[in-house]
Each structure stands twice: as structure tokens, then as C-alpha cells.
């Protein structure tokens, strides 16, 4: 965000003062700069995305649309979500204009200025922008322990939370972890909030079953994407929630964009109701099992002795422990300086630490070629610092 005036920084809300700079933002611009070999965003392969033009559109995409968005639509995601077992229907779905409006959405009807809620250390650099932009005060979820590591203090009111190959970590909760989740969230009354945008992007067998269709007490968001496993440029993507939230959610996306496109809604029911959907969708993932694979051969070539990692069972990121930490954001700037981006570690934390030693790399989106070039050049920097 560029530097604003005194007089202007006098005049916006206290919330607008306190923004700091998106690192997401600052390094899509970054991306595209011609040459850069970019690892940094979670961005699908070129090669991935679907050709879904030249095509007619019915009369009716060019009109104003409900809030919830089209009712077809929001069937077909309920007939989904049932199908990964999550029990719903097509009146808890809300479709949404990218993911991103939904934790938006999500704060708006949950977060007051000191509000506690509830995330995963590290968690989604995006969302944490969100949740601290509406002055959220965090603690951490602890899958590993019964009461999620709250002890005896006061509930989170809400839990944000993405078990299926998390970005950054790209981990995947056991069947036990979702369990002992769901068991705490109800009996403390806690809001689940279940990010999802990978869940088609399993390159191995695990449970992905969602932890709020484990929920029997406690409210629930379940929200997922269109834009890993179709295409992002489209911006759509849907949350489901609880009977006692839609209403509330519908009024809040209706107040902030009417409703999302129609051009775009239309165009992703066109791909879930044509039966070659899931052979493509089996394309792309095997196409990306080996991508990971290719990465993680280039990995135990150039860094086995600088850091450590684990292999994702799906998702689109390897997450990089350093064995001698270093501040990543300063590697970043010299990375980039030498044609290589990444995403540094530190603002994946709600409190960033001052130096992770960790960085989260995506290993969908470049080349073999560029996979092995800019590997290979971020050894030899770390080396050198």
C-alpha cells in the first residue's frame, strides 16, 4: 500500500490506519515481472486450466441475480458437499465472489475489536490479514490435545481452521484430530470455521471428511474454492453454513457486492454438470502428483543439508524449515533481485516472529525447467548467506 498523506491518515477509520502492507498483494506484482520463476503464489499450472470459451450465454447471466447466487448452482455444490459428507442443502449454501469475500463475510458477523478467536500456528497469511484488520485477539488451536489448548480460559467464538492440506504446511488433520476438534468446538460452543480449497487436490489417501459435518451442537461455516480446481480468474467460490448463519451471511454479501457474477456462475455449473468433470479433475491431479514428486526429487538434491520439509498429500505448497534460521523476508528481496520469489514464513504467524527460518514454496506452477533453475538458485543464496 503506498504511503498515504498526514491529512488523509487523519481523516480515514482507525481500522484503515492500522493496514500494513499485503505481502500476497506485493508479490502477485512481483510474479509477473517477465523471467521471474515464481514458487511464491498458489497459483495452478497454466496447462491445468480449463478452455471454457468460445461460448453463448443465456440471456439471463446479463441481469441482477440474488444474493445467495443462482439457485442451480448452489444445488450443485450442496449435491457435492453431501458427497464428501458434509449433510447440507441448497438453501445453506451462499456462492461468493472468491473465497476471500467469505472470510470476509465471516469476520463481519463475528469479530468486534478485542474479540478472541481461535487459529492454526502457522495459518493462512490472508485471512489472518482479515481476522486483524477487524481487531480479532488470537490463541492457537492445538489439534494434538482435548481442549484444543485452551485450558481453562474463556472460549474462542470462533475457530478458523483448514485441516486439508493446510496453506502453508500443506498437513492434513487425521481422522482422530477431526474428531477431538469437533468434540471440543461442541462442547464449548465454539464457531467453526472450515477453509477448504484444496479438498480436490488429494494426491494420496486420507480422510478429508469436513470436521463440521462431525459437529452436532455448535454452528459451522464450511467454505470452499473454485479457483485451484477450475480456474482462479473466474472469482468464485461458496460457503455453506448452519441453519441459524445463512441469513445472517446472504444479508452481509448482498450489502457488499449485490451478488457474484453470473457470467462466472454460470460458467462453473457448465463444468459441474458435464460428465468428463471428474476425469479432468483426475488429470489434474495426476499431473500434479508429479510435479510434487518432480519437486521433491529437486528438493533432496539442493537442500537436504539446509532444511527440512515433508512431502504433501495434497495441496499446492512444500513448507521449508531452515536448519540455520534466517530471517525470510530478507532472503526474499535478494531472491527476487536474482529472478526467484517465494513466500517468506514470518507472515503466516498472527504474532510474525522475527526470524522462522521457514518458507512456503509452490510446486504447481512452474516449469521442470524453472522448478530446477530457481531451486537450484535459492540453494545457492542460503548457502551464501
Known sequence: MNTPTSGVHARVSQRVRQLHPSPVREL??????????????????????PVLGPVEFPAWCMQYGTAEGDPALRAAIAEEARASGLPCSAEQVVVLSGSQQGIDLVAKLFLDPGTCMAVERPSYVAALQVFQFFGARFCHVDSTRPDLGFGNEAAPVLAYLTPNFRNPTGTCLTTAERAQIAAACDARRITVFEDDP???????????????????????????????????GLRLGYLIA????VAYLAELKGGADLHSSRLSQWLVLQQLQDPLRPQRLAAVVDHYRQKRDHFAALLDRHFRDLAEWEIPQGGLFFWLTLRRHCDTRALLRTAVARGVAFMPGEPFYAEPPDACGQLRLNFTHASAEQAAQGLAMLATLLREA
Open 198 to 232: 484444496y479438498h480436490a487436490l488429494a494426491y494420496q489417501d486420507c480422510d478429508r471428511t469436513p470436521i463440521c459435518a462431525q459437529l452436532r451442537s455448535a454452528s459451522w461455516i464450511y467454505q470452499g474454492s473454485f479457483s485451484k480446481s477450475l480456474a482462479p
Open 28 to 49: 502477485i506484482s512481483v510474479i509477473q515481472r517477465p523471467g521471474m520463476i515464481s514458487f511464491a503464489g498458489g497459483l495452478p499450472a497454466a496447462e491445468s486450466l
Open 242 to 245: 448452519s441453519p441459524d448463519l
